[in-house]
């Protein structure tokens, strides 16, 4: 799929843990359009371990990137070229994730302190591929107070070749806070999200933090070429299936919830033909019928139940039962 700066209008957020293939899968039974990132993966990983479980994706999820963590330019340039390789539509770097076991491989948000290097290794990785390598990072770090430190990250990226920045609106504190503390402490800064777009109108900018319905994206927008949702599209995924008409003016047959519970019952099945378990997916429905009458009913089923081994499709059908006698 050629992929353009259209893709970034709308798109779902690396998660660790979250966005893994199975959770990518069900979000696309709900938006055609939205761009899908997976977790992040870090370069040693590929190099040194089983490439195929990290690298694997359903042909389904198209749009989908791969984000990548790593500071090493022939590393990253290598990897770059794998992801082409396997069919991905884009490579992000990961310039934001403020965690210690990040840090102490040198990638993540400590790396907005050295421009140069994230600059060489967009270089190294356009070199290397044809498809877009784009960057996802903070506002700033620690010592960073300026909006002109900020810029002062943009320009040898782009310059280097980098046309999709993707900025999470909060600085991440190195020491002091936990990933999660860093998520909510700093203070969102969506002004200066914004004012990049103004001062580099031929950069896509897109922004992430804090954003929570679909009508917050729609005042974003205004302002710049995307919006990125984390855990809110996770934790209410139905949100989702107002994407594509809202955001793409694209029309699609109205779905239901029980019309995805369908559309997932084949997927599940193979999954589990192939020696997987029940909760590798629906761990990531559990938002599903958030907000409506049984709802409660529908996850304490799958929680208490789908992690078992021999868990089979039933467990599913029995928890879409629970949720259905209250809406028929």
Same mark, same amino acid.
């Given at each position: 799929?050629?992929?353009?700066?259209?893709?970034?209008?709308?798109?779902?957020?690396?998660?660790?843990?979250?966005?893994?293939?199975? =959770?990518?899968?069900?979000?696309?039974?709900?938006?055609? +359009?939205?761009?899908?990132?997976?977790?992040?993966?870090?370069?040693?990983?590929?190099?040194?371990?089983?490439?195929?479980?990290?690298?694997?994706?359903?042909?389904?999820?198209?749009?989908?990137?791969?984000?990548?963590?790593?500071?090493?330019?022939?590393?990253?340039?290598?990897?770059?070229?794998?992801?082409?390789?396997?069919?991905?539509?884009?490579?992000?770097? @990961? =310039?934001?994730?403020?965690? !210690?076991?990040?840090?102490?491989?040198?990638?993540?948000? =400590?790396?907005?302190?050295?421009?140069?290097?994230?600059? &060489?290794? /967009? +270089?190294?990785?356009?070199?290397? $591929?044809?498809?877009?390598?784009?960057?996802?990072?903070?506002?700033?770090?620690?010592?960073?107070?300026?909006?002109?430190?900020?810029?002062?990250?943009?320009?040898?990226?782009?310059?280097?070749?980098?046309?999709?920045?993707?900025?999470?609106?909060?600085?991440?504190?190195? *020491?002091?806070?936990?990933?999660?503390?860093?998520?909510?402490?700093?203070?969102? @800064?969506?002004?200066?999200?914004?004012?990049?777009?103004?001062?580099?109108? *031929?950069?896509?900018?897109? /922004?992430?933090?804090?954003?929570?319905?679909?009508?917050? $994206?729609? /005042?974003?927008? @205004?302002?710049?070429?995307?919006?990125?949702?984390?855990?809110?599209?996770?934790? @209410?995924?139905?949100?989702?299936?107002?994407?594509?008409?809202?955001?793409?003016?694209? &029309?699609?047959?109205?779905?239901?919830?029980?019309?995805?519970?369908?559309?997932?019952?084949?997927?599940?099945?193979?999954?589990?033909?192939?020696?997987?378990?029940?909760?590798?997916?629906?761990?990531?429905?559990?938002?599903?019928? *958030?907000?409506?009458?049984?709802?409660? +009913?529908?996850?304490?089923?799958?929680?208490?139940?789908?992690?078992?081994?021999?868990?089979?499709? !039933?467990?599913?059908? *029995?928890?879409?039962?629970?949720?259905?006698?209250?809406?028929?």
């Amino acid at each position: 799929m050629k992929i353009d700066s259209s893709h970034h209008r709308f798109s779902i957020a690396p998660m660790m843990d979250w966005s893994d293939h199975n =959770c990518r899968y069900f979000w696309r039974l709900l938006t055609k +359009k939205a761009l899908v990132y997976t977790e992040m993966v870090t370069t040693g990983a590929l190099i040194h371990g089983e490439r195929k479980r990290f690298l694997h994706f359903n042909r389904e999820e198209h749009p989908v990137a791969l984000q990548l963590g790593g500071s090493d330019p022939k590393d990253l340039a290598r990897c770059a070229r794998w992801a082409q390789e396997w069919g991905y539509d884009e490579v992000n770097i @990961n =310039c934001g994730c403020p965690s !210690d076991r990040v840090q102490s491989g040198m990638f993540g948000a =400590c790396l907005m302190g050295k421009p140069d290097l994230v600059a &060489d290794c /967009v +270089k190294a990785m356009r070199d290397s $591929c044809n498809i877009p390598i784009t960057v996802k990072h903070r506002i700033g770090i620690d010592h960073m107070e300026s909006y002109e430190q900020l810029l002062a990250f943009i320009a040898p990226v782009a310059a280097a070749g980098c046309s999709v920045f993707i900025v999470h609106a909060r600085k991440a504190w190195l *020491q002091g806070l936990s990933p999660k503390e860093n998520r909510e402490i700093p203070p969102l @800064n969506y002004p200066w999200v914004y004012q990049l777009k103004k001062d580099f109108p *031929q950069l896509t900018i897109v /922004v992430n933090g804090g954003i929570q319905s679909i009508e917050d $994206c729609q /005042v974003h927008l @205004n302002h710049v070429d995307g919006v990125m949702l984390g855990r809110e599209a996770y934790q @209410n995924p139905w949100m989702l299936t107002q994407v594509d008409q809202k955001l793409f003016g694209i &029309d699609r047959p109205e779905k239901s919830r029980d019309d995805v519970i369908a559309d997932l019952l084949p997927f599940t099945e193979r999954h589990l033909a192939r020696g997987g378990q029940l909760n590798h997916i629906t761990r990531h429905i559990l938002g599903l019928y *958030q907000g409506v009458p049984g709802a409660r +009913k529908f996850r304490r089923h799958l929680s208490e139940n789908a992690y078992k081994k021999s868990a089979g499709i !039933d467990i599913l059908a *029995q928890a879409y039962a629970l949720v259905s006698e209250h809406h028929d």
